[in-house]
């Protein structure tokens, strides 16, 4: 899988990893700190974050621009980073009104912007030079991989410094403390104070209310160090990207640096309107799936808060405990050393002992561990990434083998099937919805009724496999596609279409508040079979296209 790519690759990789790590972290706890810290309800939340998400992918326009015509590609991307890093540090600053929140997402909005897609040109680039292209779905499969190990880390991270904040307070979080805390602090009444009073041990109303302001800001606390540490990531993905320059900096140039080599491929006026066509008609089909995917940061996340059984058994809650996780990854890599005649004695050796070493911290939780476990809501996140590392090797190896036997889909008709298989993640969201009370009815409180994490893990499972038949094959396809005088550009036409999907992702999160549940997961299912339809429908014309 790794065998024969340009290090510069690698490099790309690591510096996006750790990015996205501050991006995810941020973002795993973004619509509980709009909801825990300012009282907002599910959907004033949720159209904040598919604002902010659009805006994220909306700015990379403005970077492509200022990249293929004025600061070349490695320039933009290195201010974007130091912006994001801005960004994340007002972030990180106690707020006690929503405007300084909003300011902190316009900047880091902005960072990203001049970050992502001029990032992704680069790595495409590396793949331009003879005897690279037959490598290049491969290569955005494993650059693709490094965003999701970063985004694995991060929902752990943030949930690991909130809930130390709290501990040193003498707190624990409860999901359902916040919101009867901001009602009493802003009525002086609640429905459910009684819980409240059961969970802090206080019955006078009085120092009830002083209970809550502490609690919420002793939270608002841990949610703020969660963002600093977003920040102090940028400071990584700073050292990486300018130490290592020399292993991709002959890929960080543009159409008119080639034009002076005379090494510059020119497409006739008909190519360059038919591949444009072709990329706009494959980001119209993208738009969907983004629709139905980012449901993750808000919808799918408050199911898990309010639906989801939090109380988990000794195995489950080793699925959302990182060291246990790469006990049983290292251990799986031990075993497979036993079949590798490649890896050396040495490695072989390493590899036993930790796994070993994992399969006995493993053993110590499964005896150590009480019967009933709580998790985070936002922890939920970590599993599409962990799927992503997981199996990313599987379906590349799965489009390895279609390729050798030459029948390999093009990137257009994985795209297609992307959106069949989001269709039947959101089936089982579907199942697991019937017979649960609406949003409304539960009026922000938490569920008497809850389902298994085994449906939002399986969910998640299926949306990951579709991610993988989607995502990096798109970014591929629009790298290979592009007419190279703007290739920034139609990177950040990708990403636009992303943006577009996140707008309409807030914009129908409203409904999840207003509907039964089963009616909303069946607009995302309709939705995501009638885009995959569609892409069936034209996918001739979209490779007649692109092969002009």
């Known amino acids: 899988m790794f065998k024969g790519h340009p290090k510069g690759l690698f490099v790309l990789f690591l510096s996006n990893m750790g990015e996205r790590f501050g991006y995810y972290t941020m973002l795993a706890i973004f619509t509980l700190y709009l909801q825990d810290h300012f009282g907002f309800d599910e959907t004033k939340a949720a159209s904040i974050y598919g604002y902010f998400l659009a805006g994220i992918y909306i ?12 600061l070349g590609y490695g320039k933009t991307v290195l201010l974007g980073i130091i912006i994001m890093g801005l960004g994340y540090a007002m972030l990180a600053q106690p707020a006690a009104s929503p405007a300084p929140v909003y300011i902190s997402l316009a900047v880091i909005s902005l960072g990203v912007g001049l970050f992502k897609g001029n990032l992704i040109v680069i790595v495409g680039n590396l793949y331009d030079k003879s005897g690279f292209g037959h490598l290049r779905d491969a290569a955005f499969n494993i650059f693709y991989m490094g965003i999701n190990i970063g985004a694995f880390f991060a929902p752990h991270a943030a949930s690991g410094i909130k809930n130390y904040i709290m501990k040193n307070a003498g707190l624990t979080y409860d999901s359902a403390i916040p919101k009867i805390a901001n009602e009493l602090i802003k009525t002086g009444s609640s429905e459910k104070i009684n819980k409240l009073q059961s969970f802090s041990g206080i019955t006078d109303h009085a120092q009830l209310i002083e209970y809550s302001k502490h609690y919420l800001d002793v939270l608002s606390r841990g949610y703020n160090w969660g963002f600093a540490i977003a920040g102090l990531s940028m400071l990584v993905s700073i050292f990486i990207f300018i130490a290592f320059r020399k292993h991709y900096k002959e890929a960080d140039y543009r159409h008119k640096d080639k034009i002076k080599t005379g090494d510059a491929i020119e497409l006739s006026p008909k190519q360059v309107k038919d591949r444009i066509v072709a990329l706009l008609l494959v980001f119209l089909i993208v738009i969907f799936f983004w629709l139905a995917f980012h449901q993750n940061g808000s919808t799918l996340t408050f199911f898990a808060k309010n639906y989801t059984d939090l109380n988990t058994s000794r195995f489950t809650f080793m699925l959302f405990d990182v060291p246990a996780i790469l006990s049983f990854f290292v ?3 031990a075993v497979i050393s036993f079949w590798n005649k490649t890896m050396s004695l040495m490695w072989k050796i ?58 390999e889909p093009s990137s257009p008709a994985k795209i297609g099937f992307g959106m069949a298989i989001t269709a039947i993640g959101f089936s089982l969201m579907f199942i697991a919805s019937l017979g649960l009370p609406s949003v409304g009815s539960l009026k922000g409180n938490v569920s008497s009724i809850t389902v298994s994490p085994y449906w939002l893990i399986s969910t998640y499972f299926t949306l990951t496999i579709a991610e993988l038949f989607l995502s990096p094959m798109g970014l591929s396809f629009v790298s290979k596609v592009a007419p190279p005088k703007i290739k920034g550009l139609m990177q950040a036409g990708w990403l636009g279409a992303t943006a ?13 508040q207003h509907w039964e549940l089963w009616q909303f997961f069946t607009l995302l299912i309709v939705t995501c079979l009638l885009s995959a339809i569609i892409m069936a429908l034209i996918l001739k014309k979209i490779k007649a296209a692109t092969e002009s």
Request: charged residues 10%; hydrophobic residues 50%; positive net charge.
């Open 350 to 407: 390493i590899l036993r002992v930790l796994g070993i070493a994992g399969i006995g911290y493993i053993t110590y939780l499964l005896i150590s561990l009480p019967s009933a476990n709580k998790v985070g809501p936002e922890l939920f996140q970590s599993f599409n990434p962990i799927f992503i590392v997981v199996l990313t090797p599987v379906i590349v190896g799965y489009f390895t083998y279609l390729n050798s036997k030459k029948k």
């Open 500 to 512: 577009i999907g996140n707008i309409l992702a807030g914009y129908v999160g409203r409904f999840y």
């Open 331 to 333: 251990f799986v890599l």
């Open 59 to 70: 700015m990379p326009l403005v970077g492509g621009l200022i990249a293929d015509y004025l």
